[in-house]
Structures are given as C-alpha cells and as structure tokens.
C-alpha cells in the first residue's frame, strides 16, 4: 500500500504513553499509526511489520467485504468474516430443498465452492491527501445547496480522474472532519467471491435476536469465502476459470489464543460515529428519529415474524429483511437506554456551554466563533418543523422495495440523460451496472404480501402527518379511495412485482415513464418531487453545517490544547485494547471469555438455542482438541474486549500482541451500542468468536483439517 500523505489530523497529537488498564477512545486513522507508541501499549512486534506505508505489512491483509470487514488467512485467497456478513450469500443459495441455514455448508473442493453473488473484495492500493482540491470547489458566498454540490462534483472529477490513471481500480475520497479533510483512496476491487465454508445457522446465529448485542454470548459467527481474479491475475466478473487471488499479504493464527488481560488490537472499517456532533443532534436522534425507527420496525417485525406461517420458502426469503429490521431495532433501544441512563445529550450540553463561556472569556477567539453553537442549534431547531412526515418520506422507498425501485428506476432514466459528472453519483457510468444488478437481484427475495402490508404502513405513516406537504402526493393520488381500496389497487393491477418490467424500464426514457399506467409507477413519478426536495434540503443543511462544523472542531481543539481523531467514516482504522470483563450493573461482573461448556448448558432444544446433538455429544466426550484454554480448562467461544468499534467492524480480525490472528470481531455489549455517539471505559465493550472455538469447530466438528492446514494450522496445534 502507498501513501501520500503525513496525517488527515489538522494538528498534531500529542502522544500520551499509555501503560495502564485504563481503556482508550480511538480508532485510528492509517495516517496516525506511525505516530502512536505501540509498543508502550502492548505491542510486541514491529510496527512497520504492522503498517508499512511504503510497503507490505499485515495490514494489506485486512480487506471490506461489501461494508464488513475482513481478511485474508492464507496465501490463496482464503477470507474470514462473519456469519451475518456472508448471510446473503448463504441464504441466496438455500432453498426448502437444500437448506444450508439447516446443513450449513462445506466445499469439499475448489470447484465445489458457491458463487456470493453481490460480494466485492476491497483492497486499499494507495491514499492521499485532496483537501485542498475538494475546498478550493467551494465559496462561501455560495448557497449552502451549492456548496455542497460543488464539492461532491469536485469529488467526482477527482475520482474519474483517479480511476483514469489506474486502469481497472476504484478510487472514493472520504471526508475526514466534514468541511474540512478529505482522502482519496484508490482501491483493488474483487468481484468474483465464493462461498468456502458455513457452519449451521444454529451456530452461526447461535441465540439468535434474543441475545445479538448481548453478553454472555455463545455465537460460532463465523464463515470462510475466497476471493478469485481472472486468469491473467486481474479483477473479474465470476468465471469457473477464474484463479484464487493471491493477496500480498495474509494473517497468521495463533491457534493457543489469548486470556484476560492480555493485548489485542482491531484492525477495521468501522461505519460511523457521531462523536463529534452536537447536543442538537443527538437531542433529535434521542427524542425523535430513534423512536420513530424503533417503533416503525417493531410493528414491521411482529408482521413479518408471522407471515411464512410455516412456509419455509417465505420463511427463506423474508429472512434477511427480517435480520436487518432485528438488528437496527435492538441496536437502537440499546443506544436509547444508554443514552437515557447516563444522560448523555445533557452532558454534551454541559460541554457547549463550558465552550462557548471560553471563547466569550477570549477577545481574540470571538469574532470567528462566537456565533457558532447557536448557528447550530438554529439549524436543529429548523429541523424539527415536520418531522414525521419528511421521515415517513424518506423511509418510504427504503421499506417499500417495489416503489423504491420503481423511483430509483425513472430516476435513473432522469439522470442518465445528463452528462457523466452531472449525475447522482449512483447513475454514474462507473456504478450504474452494479446498482442494476442490485435491483435485479432484489427481485429474488420479494414476497408480494409482504411488500403490501409494509407499504401499506409506511403510506399510513406519511398520510398520518395530515396536512404536510411531503405527504400532498400520496394524498392527491388516493383521491377519494380508502387506503385499503388503494393498496389494493396498487398491488393488483402493477406488473413491477415481475424482475422482467425492471430490466425493461432500465432501457427506458422519462417520458416512456409518464406515459404509465402501472399505479405503482404513476405513484413513483407522484413522490418524486418530494424525494427531491428532501435530498435538497439535506444538501443544504450539509452545506450549512459542514462550515459550522469545521469552525467548532477548531475552537474545540484550542479549548482542550489537544486534538481528536475524526469519527469513523467507513474508512480503515486501527483500535487497540485489552480482552476484559465489564459491569453493566450493580453488582453484577461479566467475565470476559465464554466457553463450549457454557453453549451447551443455553441449549433449550429449539431456535435459537439449538446446539445441533453432534456438537453436544463431542462436548460430552469431552473431544475439545487441542484448543483448551489453559486457565478455564475448557474451548473458550466468545471473548470480550475494549477495543474502540462500531458497526463495521463486523469481521474484524482481533489479534495479538504479535499481530497473530486469536479472534473475529463480531458485536458489541448492549450497554456499548451508544458509542457511536459517546465512549465509555466503564461499557464500551466488543464481542468476538475465540479464534479457538473457530478451530475446534471446523475440525472436530466439520472434519475441515484440509481448512486448517491452508490457514497453517498444524495436526500438531490441534493435538495440543
Ligand atoms: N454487528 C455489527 C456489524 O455488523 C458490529 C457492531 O455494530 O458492533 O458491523
């Protein structure tokens, strides 16, 4: 990997040798690492061997996989993530009649493994400063919308420029501090990955929506894929002659794991954080969006929970949907409680106001900032006007994946008409086949009932908002038609239930559009204007508060005579930490490693805590391997640690104080999901697989040894 560029922080570090137990905030940016004293924090390894910007290191062997992370584990390509991150592709395969969520999945070879369809391999290639570049776009006489899309127009050119130069990659710039540091990373994308290995969703799931976000956890959440190029060892399209890709770089296992106390650090791409947001914004998350979300999707799940009715095939195909409505819920009541219980927004509040009673005490600081916080605030205020309404909006083509389709496919025909640069970023040349695909694939999973009852609701949801104007469209379509009478009309008469009308709209001009009768595209046409004028509104608000939020960064940083890290971003980051217990409540202490013993005694003989009978009779033979924790006596599963990570994160490789591979990140505790907007030493904790309960796993219950080896673990290390 090559980079060109000393640091995306504004200002220097000041680095504070850390030797104590004492937890530390931070994901860290790859431009930082060189800076940090890893060794007085644990590390026993070069940290060139770690990051070597000018060269191979470890982390070239640290890959996303479609917004997971992942990595390589042997020189073949060889990938581990997690379970719920190769879900698609399991579940894309199962049907009633081979279901692997039952069987789950072993490739006896290299021909047997399943395409994952959908799945890109991304591998940084290089990165480098465009600050610069990005802010020269912007003027600050310009309307707020305007800056905003002056600067994403800068950012495509600097893309296609970028991805000019290197013939076959794909370059992104990510803002850093908005309005303030932006990095264009130029990456390797591999598109043909294929499914190696999958444990049983029994396994994989193990606890199932009753424990996600939770500890104690017994999860085996883990699953082997490869990742292959064309014959010439370039990035291609899925082909059974395609070749194992041969990565730079690849981990090595520690098969003898870690204990308490010991050192581990993350390598990763954490998603986001809102650390450095304000008061105002974690006040509308608090009060409104989050409740809205949590509320909406608890009656989308109890619905759907109920519809396959025993039918396995709906059951298969909901199954997704189902997860990710589950997973955003739960992690929203937990931040909810978090943020409830320690008065988080009012803290911050606290903050502002020690704030701005400093840059009142300081003459020279306040001509800039004075103004700052309240500017912000103002903004938040203006934002509240409507609320319900512009979210039932905007959710609407996210629930609806027929009428969301159906807008993403005239809009599509709207902006491909305009020159390259000019469009929406997603209609752009260089994504338009994959946002194709995505639609055309997400026809494999609609179930015409469920559609209905979802749409139907979230209509309700918009029309409840009685005389707003982002609901006038669908209440100018209704005309005097009940809503039932509506829905039912809408979902008779539309052909876009049909994966054939997509592909034949994708090849079709705007007024072949207006010219419909199908009532689910008529109402996509109906809802446009209003989607458009929600993403106006936003890019305004962007503009307006990118330029806020770069002043307030600054005078936050002459404050505190320090500077911080930027949140994360979906960039690579780097977390380190201890494996550690935590105290989530009075008198109650959680020890930080779970064990196969602990899996069996949650076994209730159904989903989902349903430990398959052969795991639960090598348990009983006591064949643990060699993979016995010294201390505990037992196979350890899960560990925790107080690694600073984020939704992301999922598949993360945890690893030792030698960079060797001893776990797989997976979840964080429910009292941590609210460090995307606050860290705690006291409960930001995360969860990962002991790389031991992989190992055990794979060979003494799968018989993968054939796995085992490639990843260079030896008979020898799983006798013991
Ligand atoms: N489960 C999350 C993920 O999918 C990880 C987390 O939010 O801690 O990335």
């Known amino acids: 990997m090559r980079c060109f560029l000393t640091s995306v922080l504004i200002y220097l570090w000041i680095l504070t040798p850390?030797?104590?137990?004492?937890?530390?905030?931070?994901?860290?940016?790859?431009?930082?690492?060189?800076?940090?004293?890893?060794?007085?924090?644990?590390?026993?390894?070069?940290?060139?061997?770690?990051?070597?910007?000018?060269?191979?290191?470890?982390?070239?062997?640290?890959i996303n996989l479609s917004g997971c992370t992942a990595s390589f584990i042997s020189a073949d390509g060889l990938i581990l993530t997690n379970y719920h991150c190769a879900f698609r592709a399991i579940q894309s395969a199962t049907t009633a009649e081979n279901d692997l969520f039952a069987k789950g999945f072993m490739a006896g070879s290299r021909?047997?493994?399943?395409?994952?369809?959908?799945?890109?391999v991304r591998i940084i290639d290089s990165y480098r400063d465009v600050s610069d570049e990005v802010l020269s776009a912007v003027r600050a006489s310009m309307p707020y919308?305007?800056?905003?899309?002056?600067?994403?127009?800068?950012?495509?050119?600097?893309?296609?420029?970028?991805?000019?130069?290197?013939?076959?990659?794909?370059?992104?710039?990510?803002?850093?501090?908005?309005?303030?540091?932006?990095?264009?990373?130029?990456?390797?994308?591999?598109?043909?990955?294929?499914?190696?290995?999958?444990?049983?969703?029994?396994?994989?799931?193990?606890?199932?929506e009753e424990d996600n976000w939770m500890w104690p956890r017994h999860t085996g959440d883990f699953t082997l894929l490869r990742a292959y190029t064309g014959t010439d060892g370039n990035p291609a399209d899925m082909k059974k002659e395609n070749r194992p890709y041969h990565p730079d770089a690849f981990l090595r296992v520690n098969p003898r794991g870690v204990s308490e106390g010991d050192f581990v650090f993350i390598p990763g791409y954490p998603g986001r954080t809102y650390r450095h947001r304000t008061s105002w914004f974690l006040e509308s998350e608090e009060n409104r969006r989050m409740p809205w979300v949590v509320s909406n999707y608890e009656w989308m799940i109890d619905v759907l929970e109920k519809m396959p009715a025993g039918d396995r095939d709906v059951a298969i195909k909901l199954a997704p949907r189902l997860k990710g409505l589950w997973n955003v819920m739960k992690n929203y009541r937990g931040k909810l409680k978090g943020m409830r219980q320690a008065g988080i927004t009012a803290q911050r509040r606290a903050d502002e106001d020690r704030l701005q009673a400093f840059i009142l005490s300081r003459p020279d600081l306040k001509p800039?900032?004075?103004?700052?916080?309240?500017?912000?605030?103002?903004?938040?205020?203006?934002?509240?006007?409507?609320?319900?309404?512009?979210?039932?909006?905007?959710?609407?083509?996210?629930?609806?994946?027929?009428?969301?389709?159906?807008?993403?496919?005239?809009?599509?025909?709207?902006?491909?008409?305009?020159?390259?640069?000019?469009?929406?970023?997603?209609?752009?040349?260089?994504?338009?086949?994959?946002?194709?695909?995505?639609?055309?694939?997400?026809?494999?999973?609609?179930?015409?009932?469920?559609?209905?009852?979802?749409t139907g609701h979230m209509l309700a949801q918009l029309l409840s908002a009685a005389d707003s104007a982002y609901a006038a469209p669908v209440r100018a379509a209704l005309g005097d038609m009940e809503s039932a009478a509506f829905l039912q009309h809408l979902f008779t008469e539309t052909q876009m239930n049909s994966r054939a009308t997509a592909e034949k709209w994708l090849q079709a001009k705007p007024e072949e559009f207006r010219r419909s009768q199908d009532p689910v595209m008529r109402l996509a046409i109906a809802i446009h204007p209003v989607l458009q004028r929600l993403e106006d509104e936003d890019k305004a608000r962007k503009g307006r508060l990118d330029a806020l939020l770069a002043r307030l960064v600054e005078v936050k940083r002459i404050f505190q005579g320090r500077d911080f890290i930027p949140d994360a971003n979906g960039t690579l980051r780097l977390t380190m930490g201890r494996i550690r217990g935590y105290s989530p409540a009075d008198a109650v202490e959680m020890a930080p490693l779970t064990t196969l013993d602990g899996l069996v005694e949650k076994h209730r003989g159904e989903s989902p805590f349903m430990a398959p009978e052969k795991l639960r009779r090598l348990v009983a033979?006591?064949?643990?391997?060699?993979?016995?924790?010294?201390?505990?006596?037992?196979?350890?599963?899960?560990?925790?640690?107080d690694c600073d990570t984020t939704g992301g994160n999922s598949g993360s490789p945890v690893l030792d104080a030698r960079g060797r591979l001893v776990g797989l990140n997976f979840d964080r505790v429910f009292e941590a999901t609210v460090n995307d907007y606050a860290w705690s030493d006291r409960f930001s904790r995360s969860i990962g697989v002991d790389i031991r309960f992989i190992l055990w796993f794979l060979s003494e219950y799968s018989g993968a040894d054939h796995l085992l080896r490639e990843m260079g673990v030896s008979v020898a290390d799983k006798e013991g």
């Open 621 to 641: 033979e006591g064949r643990y391997g060699g993979f016995v924790d010294p201390v505990l006596g037992k196979v350890p599963v899960a560990m925790l640690y």
């Open 368 to 454: 800039r900032y004075e103004t700052v916080l309240e500017e912000i605030r103002e903004l938040y205020e203006e934002d509240r006007r409507d609320w319900q309404a512009r979210l039932a909006c905007s959710y609407l083509p996210r629930v609806s994946f027929l009428l969301g389709t159906a807008h993403t496919l005239y809009e599509a025909a709207i902006e491909r008409r305009k020159p390259d640069l000019q469009r929406k970023a997603a209609y752009m040349d260089r994504n338009f086949s994959r946002l194709s695909q995505r639609i055309l694939r997400g026809y494999r999973d609609v179930h015409l009932p469920a559609e209905r009852v979802l």
């Open 145 to 208: 919308a305007r800056q905003t899309r002056e600067k994403e127009k800068r950012i495509k050119a600097i893309v296609k420029r970028a991805e000019q130069r290197h013939v076959g990659k794909r370059a992104s710039v990510a803002e850093m501090f908005p309005g303030k540091t932006y990095v264009l990373f130029v990456y390797t994308d591999l598109r043909d990955v294929r499914l190696v290995y999958a444990p049983p969703r029994s396994i994989g799931e193990f606890g199932g």
């Open 111 to 120: 021909a047997e493994e399943l395409p994952a369809p959908g799945y890109t």
């Open 18 to 62: 850390s030797a104590s137990l004492q937890a530390e905030e931070g994901m860290w940016p790859l431009s930082e690492i060189h800076k940090l004293d890893l060794a007085s924090r644990g590390l026993l390894m070069n940290p060139l061997e770690l990051y070597n910007p000018d060269g191979v290191s470890l982390i070239d062997g640290i």
